[in-house]
């Protein structure tokens, strides 16, 4: 089994910048891809950022692009999500989750881990 545990929501003014965290322990793979995702109120779970483990390639959603940056940091089973330029749209809780392959997925389906989701208020 694998345990997620994201951290660093809150509160913060449009335009303002917020890290997240994810931290991962158990049944790690260290080729495995690590996802953010992130779900509105009465809105599907969309894709956010990927990030693949052992190489470290990215991919991001259209809608974050040039403003979230993903990361990890496998000395400490750690993937972060640099949000910066914050929009009131982009409120939602976010969860990381990890699909235990080697291709980037963008659908929630493509993975078998979640955490708990921490939320994220952009204020106008």
């Known amino acids: 089994q694998v345990q997620l545990v994201e951290s660093g929501g809150g509160l913060v003014q449009a335009g303002g910048s917020l890290r997240l965290s994810c931290a991962a322990s158990g049944r790690t793979f260290s080729s495995s891809v690590m996802g953010w995702f992130r779900q509105a109120p009465g809105k599907e779970r969309e894709f956010v950022a990927a990030?693949?483990?052992?190489?470290?390639?990215?991919f991001y959603a259209d809608s974050v692009k040039g403003r979230f940056t993903i990361s990890s940091d496998n000395g400490k089973n750690t993937v972060y999500l640099q949000m910066n330029s914050l929009k009131p749209e982009d409120t939602a809780v976010y969860y990381c989750a990890q699909n235990p392959g080697v291709t980037i997925r963008t659908r929630p389906s493509g993975y078998d881990y979640w955490g708990q989701g921490t939320q994220v208020t952009v204020s106008a």
């Open positions: 990030i693949t483990w052992s190489a470290g390639n990215t």
